[in-house]
C-alpha cells in the first residue's frame, strides 16, 4: 500500500519562501505520477502542480512562475518550492500519487501566509 507524508509546511510572511517534500513509499516511485493539490478553508481541492513520471511539468495559472514541481525518484521524494508566497496561498497542501486508476493522498501539511 502506497503511503505519502508530506512535511516542511509552515508559516511565513508574504513574499517569502517554503519548500515542501513528500516522502513516497510502498511501491515503485518512478512509476507514479506525482501532484500537489491544496484546499482553503471552505473551497474545494484543487490542483496545483503535477510532474509526470518522465519529469514533464504542469502548473495552475494562480501559481505559474513562483512554484516549482520537482521528483527525486532515488529519494522517492516530490518536492514544491514556493516563492512569492501570498495570503491567498494559505491552504492544506496534499500530495498525490496517480498510477492508472489508483489515485494515493497524503494526510497534508498546512501553509499559512501572513500579509
Known amino acids: 500500500q502506497v503511503q505519502l507524508v508530506e512535511s516542511g509546511g509552515g508559516l511565513v510572511q508574504a513574499g517569502g519562501s517554503l519548500r515542501l517534500s513528500c516522502l513516497h513509499s510502498g511501491g515503485t516511485f518512478s512509476s507514479y505520477a506525482m501532484a500537489w493539490f491544496r484546499q482553503a478553508p471552505g473551497k474545494e481541492r484543487d490542483l496545483v502542480a503535477i510532474?509526470?513520471?518522465?519529469?514533464?511539468?504542469n502548473y495552475a495559472d494562480y501559481v505559474k512562475g513562483r512554484f516549482t514541481i520537482s521528483r527525486d525518484n532515488a529519494k522517492n521524494t516530490v518536492y514544491l518550492q514556493m516563492n512569492s508566497l501570498k495570503p491567498e496561498d494559505t491552504a492544506v497542501y496534499y500530495c498525490?500519487?496517480?498510477?492508472?486508476?489508483?489515485?494515493?493522498w497524503g494526510q497534508g501539511t498546512q501553509v499559512t501566509v501572513s500579509s
Open positions: 498525490s500519487a496517480v498510477r492508472g486508476l489508483s489515485r494515493y
Open positions: 510532474i509526470t513520471t518522465g519529469g514533464s511539468t
